[in-house]
């Protein structure tokens, strides 16, 4: 391929060839001499007191070679599970977290002992015959009983229920907005439980070398640099004796960003026995003690004029952390600092979030984080709003939308979006989807019985975190920034290191288009290498919030640019010109006007290692770059979704779904349409099938298994029509914005719009997630009798 006609083009993904046909690295395919397996002993009760753990016929166990319980791990690790104050930092109050449990256990699934044996299925067999003798304690299961001041709490000595109540604003003028509108509406909207499930559960390896006091752990994570500071922290020692190493990784979806108790249990018990430790989840531990997303509910209030134009906006969320607050659970009370969407809100907008601790598993961001909930709550109230005042759902959406020439604009909450044209995107969206056809085709199919619906959602989004000043505060102090290294090697061959690491994501292949546009180098000779904290740069900030693009590759554009400019240096000495008379073009360096009497850059990296160099200049070819944004990015589109309600039977046939998306400029059309695909389909499957369910009154975890939790397959999805419109970031020298989270984002409100548009005929104006036959099919009897009586 030819050098500078790389950014752009819609090449396959190189990481492919290797995945599919089996040649890919999990944690399970490392296979270290000597290594023991670790089986978790876990709760079965969602609260109780550990009265005693009986070890002794486990550890008798053939193959066995210890059983650890809190008291063995205490000395070796310390502090509690990290928890970043985020959105949140007053009033919060978060339970300490030890890996494993020593007296209480707060949800069904946490460790209470671990078995190490010769194979796994003599730990379990080890598992198995530990007696732990619990009392058990009464458990709250529901976020709205947990808040009742006679509820029983979620950990013995918490005060109450709640990890926080923050307000972020409650202007007057929302009050006198709401006092003189012509129209209010309101709605409660759950955003039920969901469960990431990776296609590569959880996986942890760890080898401590006597020699040199060396820790190193395999394991498949979004962001080892972050695992490497928890970890060392936690055991007293320097992050330079601490290396982590995660290859492929068969997916995260976010549930892999936050260090885990077993990853402090591996590493720990690898120290304590001297051997190398491994333990991998089996699917109902992923299930049950992987981080859940979403867990929410909001009451979410709209006052408008009845000719469409909105006023102002009260919105309150109940968010279920679970028994603890996960790492980065509090991040999800975005879903209140971009309520408002891609809308004007003359009125203001108040809003206030409640963290509340249930017995349940944690939850930590999954796809989206936050921003799935805004859309689906905006783009819901747009529609209930529409069906009130008898508007038309686009035109409504035209009349609120920001204009194109009013960016950069600030939002009720001071975030600053940076490009848009969310009218652009709409309109070539409906277009797409035959809006205005579609209509007449539903009035013929209800004069048949049939119930046809179409469902819109504009989204926007906040991502590529981010400016070291926004995000300093919400991490605890760390900004996250991102970083490359570039190395140019005398033969012309480049490697570049980064500090995100893909997961799914194709950076293999976009970083290097990057990298090979920049330096003027052919494609193939640039290798990107990520997951490795002993390699590239000191620190890596991960990948998730749809930032390893506008940070990470605008690392890659920075590094590159540095060697392209200590190259140019070289050049003009080689060609015996100054500088400023060379020009670098198509990846040669020339006198300007001669472009026959040329160097190109590899010519240049032989010449970097050689013996002839000008003054003062270091020899080698390699840089270092950390980026730091200006501002966050702010993606933008339109989905339509066209689905048929059987009302016989409640179920919903998907029948055509359009995307319009906006990432900017785009690096590889493949990659980005390859992003959507996956995120639309995560959206649809909240939309319409997965749903974590627990026994309301046993608190027993009832979708433990993929048979119970249902990830719908490729037969459910429809192939989605996507296209783009393209709005440049003004935030970063690339032009780019996140596409990773998009659909996931956008595609919940559209299937519910859809569905709810379908049973509009029965009297239907909002249906909760997911509209499952039964749901469905229990909602249009109640229309009917309601209808009847
Ligand atoms: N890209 C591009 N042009 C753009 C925007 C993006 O070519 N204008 C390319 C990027 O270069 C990158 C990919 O698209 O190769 C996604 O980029 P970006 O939007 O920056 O997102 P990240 O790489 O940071 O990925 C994180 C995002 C998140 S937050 C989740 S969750 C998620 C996702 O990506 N989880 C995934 N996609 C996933 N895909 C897979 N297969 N597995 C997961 O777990």
């Known amino acids: 391929m030819a050098i500078s006609q790389m950014i752009g083009a819609k090449i396959h993904r190189r990481e492919d060839p290797h995945l599919i046909t089996g040649g890919g690295r999990y944690v399970e395919d490392l296979i270290r001499p000597g290594t023991l397996s670790m089986v978790v002993v876990r709760s079965p009760h969602p609260h109780a007191r550990i009265i005693s753990i009986n070890s002794e016929r486990a550890s008798a166990m053939p193959g066995v070679l210890a059983v650890l319980t809190a008291k063995d791990f205490k000395p070796l690790l310390t502090g509690t599970h990290p928890v970043a104050p985020a959105f949140v930092p007053e009033k919060h109050t978060v339970p300490d977290r030890f ?3 020593e007296t209480e256990v707060a949800f069904q699934g946490e460790p209470v002992a671990v078995v190490l044996a010769e194979t796994r299925k003599l730990a379990a067999d080890g598992a198995e015959a530990v007696e732990v003798e619990y009392e058990p304690l009464p458990a709250v299961m529901d976020l709205f009983k947990a808040l009742e001041p006679d509820s029983p709490k979620a950990h013995g000595d918490a005060v109450d229920n709640k990890a926080w109540d923050l307000t972020y604003s409650a202007e007057d003028s929302v009050q006198e907005a709401f006092a003189q509108a012509e129209v209010v509406v309101k709605e409660r909207i759950l955003q039920q439980r969901l469960a990431p499930t990776p296609i590569e559960p959880r996986g942890v390896q760890a080898e401590y070398n006597t020699f040199d006091d060396q820790l190193t752990i395999w394991m498949a994570t979004q962001n080892p640099h972050f695992i490497r500071l928890f970890v060392s922290g936690a055991m007293g020692l320097p992050e330079t004796k601490v290396r982590v190493v995660s290859h492929d990784v068969g997916g995260g979806f976010g549930s892999k960003i936050s260090p885990y108790p077993e990853d402090y249990l591996v590493a720990a018990a690898a120290r304590i026995l001297k051997r190398p430790v491994r333990w991998t989840e089996t699917r109902t531990e992923s299930l049950q003690t992987t981080t859940h997303g979403r867990g929410q509910v909001f009451d979410v209030e709209v006052a408008a004029k009845r000719d469409g134009s909105l006023l102002a906006m009260k919105v309150t969320q109940y968010l279920d952390t679970g028994a603890y607050v996960g790492t980065f659970g509090a991040f999800q009370a975005c879903a209140c600092l971009l309520a408002g969407g891609g809308y004007k809100w003359p009125g203001g907008i108040a809003a206030r979030t409640i963290g509340v601790l249930t017995n349940r598993v944690p939850t930590d961001p999954y796809r989206g984080a936050g921003r799935p909930e805004a859309t689906h709550n905006i783009e819901r109230m747009m529609d209930v709003l529409a069906a009130e005042i008898g508007m038309d759902p686009a035109e409504i959406r035209r009349k609120n939308f920001i204009q194109p020439n009013e960016f950069p604009f600030t939002n009720n909450f001071g975030l600053t979006y940076d490009s848009g044209n969310y009218d652009g995107a709409l309109s070539k969206a409906l277009e797409l989807a035959g809006y205005q056809d579609f209509r007449r085709q539903q009035a013929e199919a209800r004069q048949q019985g049939r119930y046809l619906g179409i469902g819109l959602s504009t989204w926007i989004e906040i991502c590529g975190f981010g400016p070291s000043a926004a995000t300093a505060g919400a991490t605890g102090g760390i900004a996250l920034v991102e970083s490359a290294e570039v190395r140019v090697h005398p033969t012309g061959s480049a490697q570049v290191f980064v500090g995100t690491h893909a ?24 290798e990107v290498l990520h997951g490795d904290t002993a390699q590239g740069p000191a620190f890596g900030y991960g990948t998730y919030g749809s930032r390893s ?35 670098f073009e198509q990846g040669r360096f020339h006198v300007r006007g001669n472009p026959t009497q040329a160097k190109s850059m590899g010519e240049i990296a032989f010449a970097a290692y050689g013996a002839s160099l000008p003054e003062e200049t270091d020899h080698g070819l390699e840089a270092i770059s950390y980026f730091d944004p200006p501002n966050f990015v702010w993606p933008f589109g339109a989905h339509v979704c066209v ?45 319409l099938f997965e749903e974590v369910a627990y026994d309301p009154e046993s608190g027993q975890l009832m979708t ?33 914005k996140g596409i990773g989270e998009a659909g996931t984002i956008a595609a919940s409100a559209a299937v519910i719009n859809a569905v709810v548009d379908a049973l509009s005929p029965f009297g239907i104006r909002h249906v909760d997630m997911p509209a499952s036959p039964d749901r469905l099919w229990k909602q249009i009897r109640e229309a009917q009798g309601s209808a009847r009586a």
Not at 660 to 681: F, K, R, T
Not at 713 to 720: F, L
């Open 503 to 526: 997961h799914g994501q194709g950076h293999d292949t976009t970083f290097a288009q990057i990298a090979a546009d920049t330096l003027g180098l052919p494609y193939e000779h640039i």
């Open 549 to 583: 693009l506008a940070v990470g590759g605008m690392a890659v554009r920075k590094a590159s640019q540095r060697i392209v400019e200590k190259a140019h240096r070289i050049a003009a000495h080689l060609l015996e010109a100054s500088t400023d008379d060379v020009i």
């Open 643 to 687: 689905v048929e309600v059987d009302p016989a039977t409640g179920s919903v046939d998907l029948q055509r779904y359009v995307a319009v998306d906006d990432c900017g400029n785009v690096i590889n059309p493949m990659i980005v349409e390859g992003q959507l695909h996956g995120g639309i389909a995560q959206g649809i499957a909240q939309a």
């Open 99 to 101: 890996p494993i449990a």
């Open 704 to 736: 433990g298994s993929l048979i119970d939790y249902m990830v719908p397959t490729a037969n459910e999805i429809p192939a989605p029509v996507l296209d783009r419109t393209v709005t440049p970031s003004p935030s970063n020298e690339l032009g780019v």
